[in-house]
């Protein structure tokens, strides 16, 4: 019987530590996002295949939901095309470098910080207006509250635009036989 005790306060302990860690994961995700990396040709094609694959289970999961939230697949769509755009200018401030190692991407830091702000806006609004909508139907207000899938969409959104421009960007850029960049220019 203490078993059972047991388990309900280990995943509300679960919930609480995920809480308490959310805001430095946040800030790690900052962090991250706005370090100069190397691009790597095969990762940037799995990337948009998968990301592909997630754009199709959003959708058709946003045109479930339309049963019950309203909007929610034309939210889902107007949040990809939304993220769409801010993807395709986040690339075209990005600065690119290409050395004998390979391609190297360095984001812009206010665009990432304006994508880390708005991921961390969803979240709190969700969390938000579950506690708002109390007990009974806090759980309800996670898919009730269609603004919350287009938000989801922008960020899907500007994950696919800039997966596949980095495709495009990559299969532009000549390999030399030993398999390094052969181009030395800086952005653009």
Same mark, same amino acid.
Request: glycine share 12%; hydrophobic share 55%.
């Given at each position: ?10 995943? !509300? ?34 990337? !948009? ?17 339309a049963?019950? #939230?309203? +909007?929610?697949?034309? &939210?889902a769509?107007?949040?990809?095309? #939304? ?23 360095t984001?812009?830091?206010?665009? #990432? ?7 961390? *806006? ?7 207006? !579950? ?9 309800? *207000? ?16 500007? *994950? #696919? *635009? ?14 030399? &036989? ?5 181009? +030395?220019?800086?952005?653009?």
């Open positions: 019987m203490p078993l059972l005790l047991i388990i309900p306060l280990l995943v !509300a302990g679960l919930f609480v530590l995920w809480v308490l860690l959310l805001p430095i994961s946040i800030v790690q995700r900052y962090r991250y996002g706005k370090a100069r990396r190397r691009v790597l040709p095969w990762a940037v094609r799995l990337n !948009a295949w998968l990301l592909a694959m997630s754009v199709v289970a959003f959708v058709a999961s946003s045109w479930v939901a049963n019950w #939230v309203d +909007r929610a697949l034309l &939210d769509v107007l949040g990809l095309g #939304v993220g769409g755009v801010i993807g395709v200018v986040g690339l075209s401030l990005d600065r690119f470098e290409v050395t004998p190692q390979g391609l190297f991407r984001p812009n830091q206010w665009l #990432v910080l304006g994508v880390s702000l708005l991921l961390a *806006a969803r979240i709190a609004l969700g969390l938000w207006l !579950a506690w708002r909508d109390g007990p009974d139907t806090g759980m309800t *207000a996670w898919a009730t509250h269609g603004g919350l899938i287009g938000v989801a969409g922008i960020l899907l959104g500007y *994950a #696919v *635009a800039t997966s596949l421009g980095l495709r495009f960007r990559v299969a532009r850029i000549p390999m030399s &036989d030993s398999g390094n960049m052969s181009e +030395r220019s800086g952005t653009g």
